[in-house]
């Protein structure tokens, strides 16, 4: 049985097209594979990884840009595809390889660390630093 597709801009002419095959369904509406698109930047989201926001599709690229936290590190976006882990504290937000001793570079995932301004440094180097 074939779906009507339904589009949210009225002035889209193929708003009321039947679809025949290939559709897709997000939120229990058909859609059109070519019609179901990143809000932000209108790639095809068939058969790709997309989140939403305020019941919009974005692709996890965008998402990322646009909405995710930022590694106070690199300061790219902590999405958390693909299982990615991360470490926040206090209002700072680091991806695990990140999460490093700014004077050892040694990985403080799971260790524990001091603050110094800034920085965050593991207990050997505070040691030092006092000395």
Known sequence: MPYVFKLTNPDTQSRFQIITQGG???????????????????TSLAGQRFTSRDEKPYCAECFGELFAKRCTSCVKPITGIGGT???????????N?????AQ??????????????QDIICPECAKQKLM
Do not use: A, M
């Open 97 to 101: 390889d990140c999460f490093i001793c």
């Open 24 to 42: 897709v369904t997000y939120k229990n509406e058909p859609w059109h594979r070519e019609c179901f698109t990143c809000t932000n930047c209108n």
């Open 104 to 117: 050892c570079k040694t990985s403080l995932v799971g260790k524990g660390f001091i603050t110094d301004g």
């Open 85 to 95: 882990r991360f470490i926040s504290f206090e209002d700072r937000h680091w991806h």
